[in-house]
């Protein structure tokens, strides 16, 4: 079965530092992965995607995020990261079989000043 | 201006009430969704809509009823409301059903029932 692993509920840096959030996904076939953002109090954002070709994407807000397919993965990252960034992210599968995303449960990021 | 509007932002309902959750979006989107985030599982989705049409639902209950009377618009029908059904509804939208498109989330309906 289709499913997308976010490992780590919770992650704490300090402002300044590199941040790389896992996911990793278990489908057969070519993925869209996709990466969202969820502030405090807010919706949820769009943050990148992956449909296909390079294997790193870029996205809005400095992130950005590399598919790994050797090991299905597909982890985020920013450098340095900003008191502003925190939030909850989420990652999501779309396998294309009923065009649903399968979300990951999210880690919550914290970055201190 | 906010492009997806759901109303209300926070709703308080005693057990076996009935409520309507509204959603209206001006992106012009072909296609919306109903999702569920609540504390203890990942974002749940319930039910898309493309053109009007319902195309997938992954709502176990009957209780959950969604409503497009025109394309911009998707509201959920809740009956028989239960504490269990508390969470964040979360209505969104894209420019077509899946594939690659890009999500387009509403600032969320919170959702509590007693």
């Known amino acids: 079965a289709q499913s997308v692993d976010q490992p780590d509920a919770h992650v704490t840096l300090y402002e300044g530092a590199s941040l790389e959030l896992r996911c990793s996904y278990s489908y057969s076939a070519a993925p869209y992965l996709f990466w969202y953002v969820q502030y405090p109090g807010q919706s949820l954002q769009f943050l990148l995607k992956?449909?296909?070709?390079d294997a790193v994407v870029k996205g809005t807000k400095g992130f950005e995020a590399e598919f790994r397919k050797s090991n299905s993965s597909f982890n985020l990252k920013k450098s340095p990261a900003h008191w502003s960034d925190s939030a909850k992210y989420f990652c999501a599968l779309e396998t294309g079989s009923n065009y649903q995303l399968i979300w990951g449960s999210g880690t919550k990021l914290i970055i201190k000043p | 201006d906010p492009k997806i509007i759901q109303k209300p932002k926070y709703l308080v309902a005693v057990t076996g009430s009935e409520k309507i959750l509204i959603c209206e979006q001006y992106?012009?989107?072909?296609?919306m969704y109903w999702y569920r985030q609540s504390a203890k599982k990942p974002l749940e989705f319930m039910f898309s809509?493309?053109?009007?049409?319902?195309?997938d639902n992954q709502t176990a209950s009957s209780r959950f009823q969604p409503q497009s009377s025109k394309k911009n618009h998707l509201d959920l029908q809740i009956t028989a409301l239960k504490p269990d059904d508390s969470a964040t509804y979360f209505c969104?939208?894209?420019?077509?059903?899946?594939?690659?498109?890009?999500?387009?989330f509403g600032a969320g309906t919170r959702l509590s029932v007693l």
């Open positions: 809509y493309s053109y009007q049409k319902l195309m």
């Open positions: 992956y449909i296909t070709g």
């Open positions: 992106l012009g989107h072909n296609a």
């Open positions: 969104a939208s894209s420019q077509d059903r899946g594939g690659q498109n890009t999500l387009y």
